[in-house]
């Protein structure tokens, strides 16, 4: 996996808040956007050009109802991958289609996935195969209280309000 080298950025206020209402809605017209932030058209399509290029906008995607193409199971998955073994893991996983999200993390397992399949049949077939890389924990999710939101843009950092 080849890195990104990523350019040394400083947000103002105005990055931020371009950056927020991309992620609520990406399609919204330019013109739409300046009105927000209260600057003009090209003067917002060059901070989003910089900040494309300076690798904060990373891209662009539509979010998608699993059900609605029949993807009625979601589940995370661990896997410890013994270290020796991530270079053959890998490109194996990065081949599977129904996983969307994959993270090496810290903790007794080294790998965790997000998967969506049409049944648990597909799912349990999938972890038959994925033990062969190492020991697997899998969490079906029966509900999802927190769809994923985009990154908190605050310069500050966590806060309890």
């Given at each position: 996996m080849k890195e990104v080298e990523k350019m040394k950025h400083e947000l103002d206020d105005i990055d931020?808040?371009?950056?927020?209402?991309?992620?609520?809605?990406?399609?919204?017209?330019?013109?739409?956007?300046?009105?927000?932030v209260s600057l003009s058209s090209p003067t917002v399509s060059a901070r989003?050009?910089?900040?494309?290029?300076?690798?904060?906008?990373?891209?662009?995607?539509?979010?998608?109802?699993?059900?609605?193409?029949?993807?009625r199971i979601k589940a995370f998955i661990n896997l410890e991958v013994e270290p020796q073994r991530k270079q053959e893991f890998y490109p194996y996983i990065a081949g599977v289609p129904n996983v969307v999200e994959c993270n090496c993390?810290?903790?007794?397992?080294?790998?965790?996935m997000k998967v969506f399949f049409?049944?648990?049949?597909?799912?349990?077939?999938?972890?038959?195969r994925l033990q062969k890389f190492g020991r697997t924990k899998t969490q079906i999710v029966f509900s999802t209280s927190v769809e994923y939101r985009g990154i908190p843009i605050a310069p500050e950092g966590f806060t309890e309000d």
């Open positions: 931020r808040q371009i950056v927020t209402i991309l992620q609520q809605d990406a399609r919204l017209p330019l013109k739409a956007i300046a009105d927000r989003i050009e910089r900040l494309q290029k300076e690798h904060v906008i990373t891209g662009y995607l539509a979010l998608l109802d699993p059900e609605a193409f029949d993807y993390v810290t903790g007794d397992y080294s790998m965790l049409k049944t648990t049949k597909d799912l349990d077939r999938f972890i038959g």
